[in-house]
């Protein structure tokens, strides 16, 4: 593309002044007024002409492979011919995920060096540079010649961690286990451990009666939790889930509980897979385990994106039930509004639980709780306060079904779905449901 540039505009402007003057004072040799019209064009086309043959240009852009949300980062944008063209720019297509610091483009140095722009990450999911537009000036600088070169370049948005890992950190050594080993608790567990003397205030059944009557003293057997159970994330993305709580979209929460108890499970010996869907799968992760795979499973629920197409409960946990070869703890972050929209998922859990222990991570509706116990001022505020508190009876209903059906089911606020979901996962271990 080649288009003139500001000083030609001026230039044109400047030309017609003396052009007009002339016809006025020398009706009959108008014609010297264009002369200069002329002249521009001449210099336009050899500026023009000079500029060209720089199609095939080629450019590299180098950003982080992963940056958190709220984190700032550096594109570099680098070309071999910076210092060959003259006044050359470049400018940098991105998606929305990204927010410039300070502009999107600028011009390249000419020692050949590279253009440093600054992005900042606002939301979470695989961020990309699409394309770079690349223009420079003809020797007169007269004209611009522009081209557009496509690129790929992405950037994952991970969520923010960091307070995930001291959460996760502490709720660990409330538990117990440190170094990531599981808890030993006398009585609890089903893996033997070690036999050691009984104590007063043992239970009896933790007795080991042929050792204690082969060494002359009582002996008590002690267990520990098992280890390497198989922990199945399964976060809805569909419309429902990617409305906002306090200003952050539903999806997004589920994702850092998700990433916290995927922290605390790794550490803990256990396999983690990752999986995700709206009308359809979208992303499923291998099963992987110890606490260096973390950052697979950050990587992976940065692919998780926003939906605005209803859920398909059917699909996912069938294709799902399928992947897993062993029971399993399924652990499925979702929302649901009433029975009849529900009525699918409630049938396919019902085959899911026969086999797998499942787990239902709800965030409770603040606004809905809000408008149902909001005093009335007027008659409209009784009947949205009615409706509310409907809704959430048949919240309850659906809940209520999903227990009888043998799922565990979890409703908490959402600053509380990461700590809440920890907890009980602790407590599933140490109950030997897993």
Not at 83 to 97: E, M, P
Not at 179 to 190: S, W
Not at 383 to 402: C, E, F, K, M, N
Request: glycine content about 8%; some cysteine; aromatic content about 6%.
């Amino acid at each position: 593309m080649i288009y003139p540039s500001g000083r030609a505009v001026w230039a044109a402007a400047a030309g017609a002044i003396p052009g007009f003057l002339i016809a006025l004072a020398l009706p009959h040799v108008w014609y010297l007024g264009l002369l200069w019209i002329c002249v521009l064009l001449a210099f336009l086309a050899v500026d023009a002409a000079a500029g060209r043959g720089r199609a095939s240009l080629n450019a590299t852009l180098t950003a982080p492979p992963q940056v958190g949300i709220g984190g700032r980062f550096t594109l570099h944008i680098a070309t071999g011919v910076g210092a060959k063209l003259r006044r050359l720019q470049a400018r940098v297509g991105h998606d929305q995920r990204l927010q410039p610091v300070a502009g999107t483009g600028g011009a390249l140095p000419v020692n050949g060096g590279t253009l440093d722009l600054e992005f900042e990450a606002i939301r979470r999911g695989i961020a990309s540079f699409d394309r770079l537009w690349l223009r420079w000036q003809g020797p007169f600088g007269l004209m611009w010649n522009q081209v557009i070169l496509p690129v790929d370049r992405k950037v994952a948005v991970l969520p923010n961690v960091n307070s995930a890992r001291d959460e996760a950190i502490t709720l660990l050594q409330r538990s117990a286990l440190a170094d990531g080993h599981a808890q030993k608790r006398a009585g609890q567990g089903r893996e033997f451990e070690s036999l050691k003397d009984y104590q007063p205030g043992m239970g009896r059944r933790m007795i080991d009666w042929k050792r204690s009557a082969r060494h002359g003293k009582l002996l008590a057997r002690e267990f520990r939790i098992e280890e390497n159970n198989n922990i199945v994330l399964a976060i809805d993305s569909g419309r429902l889930m990617c409305e906002p709580v306090d200003g952050v979209p539903k999806v997004d929460r589920a994702v850092t509980a998700a990433l916290l108890s995927a922290f605390i499970a790794l550490k803990g010996g256990d396999l983690v897979s990752l999986f995700s869907f709206d009308a359809r799968p979208r992303v499923s992760s291998g099963a992987v385990r110890g606490s260096p795979s973390f950052t697979m499973i950050q990587k992976r629920a940065a692919e998780i994106d926003y939906s605005t197409e209803e859920t398909n409960f059917t699909l996912a946990l069938t294709t799902l039930s399928a992947k897993l070869d062993r029971r399993s703890l399924v652990i499925v972050f979702t929302d649901f509004v009433d029975p009849i929209s529900a009525e699918l998922m409630l049938r396919t859990v019902g085959r899911l639980t026969e086999r797998h222990l499942v787990l239902f991570m709800l965030m409770k509706d603040v606004e809905l709780e809000t408008l149902a116990d909001m005093a009335p001022a007027a008659p409209e505020d009784i009947a949205r306060s009615v409706t509310a508190g409907d809704l959430l009876r048949q919240r309850q209903v659906v809940i209520g079904r999903l227990r009888l059906l043998g799922a565990h089911v979890i409703e908490a606020d959402h600053q509380r779905l990461g700590p809440a979901l920890v907890e009980r996962y602790i407590q599933l271990k140490e109950e030997n449901l897993l």
